[in-house]
């Protein structure tokens, strides 16, 4: 059974698809600026895990089905429910977001920061655009930032 419900977050209002058979929350691009992800919790003290992500955004170029988010700007997530975990996700188009993240049965913990975005092509752009910006902003000539631009793109 699939319920929607609307949640309110600083300056927009945002609609989320809810799956309470698995606990899962999935971002449906309607008004929210997140992560292009779906996360699964089953209530406080259980782990918040990714369910499944947006293949070739953001958050798919460090995360993989499975991990844990830990932390989301530094606040702890193992005592928070899945729609407080929700409300720290969503936030204003652009923002920054920094989720700390466990792979398996690692006890160490990685950290990244990607920008909150409003749709999973806008995500996608702005993952490509991180992925090439070392090659506009290096001291050389425009052909030679073409030619590494190109051979980027073939390998």
């Known amino acids: 059974i699939t319920h929607f419900k609307t949640l309110a977050s600083r300056q927009h209002k945002a609609t989320f698809d809810w799956r309470m058979k698995d606990h899962e929350f999935h971002d449906k691009h309607h008004g929210n600026c997140g992560i292009h992800a779906a996360i699964k919790k089953r209530g ?3 782990p918040c895990l990714v369910a ?3 293949a070739d955004c953001q958050f798919s170029r460090v995360a993989e089905q499975g991990d844990e988010i830990c932390k989301i700007d530094g606040v702890e997530l193992l005592d928070k429910t899945l729609e407080e975990v929700i409300g720290l996700i969503g936030g204003e188009e652009g923002s920054e977001i ?15 920061r990607i920008h909150r975005t409003d749709s999973p092509g806008q995500d996608k752009r702005v993952a490509f655009l991180k992925d090439i910006l070392h090659l506009l902003t290096e001291e050389e000539s425009p052909l030679q930032r073409a030619v590494k631009f190109e051979n980027n793109l073939e390998g």
């Open 44 to 46: 406080p003290g259980d």
């Open 98 to 112: 920094t989720l700390e993240c466990r792979r398996g049965e690692q006890q160490h913990t990685f950290t990244t």
């Open 52 to 54: 499944n992500v947006l």
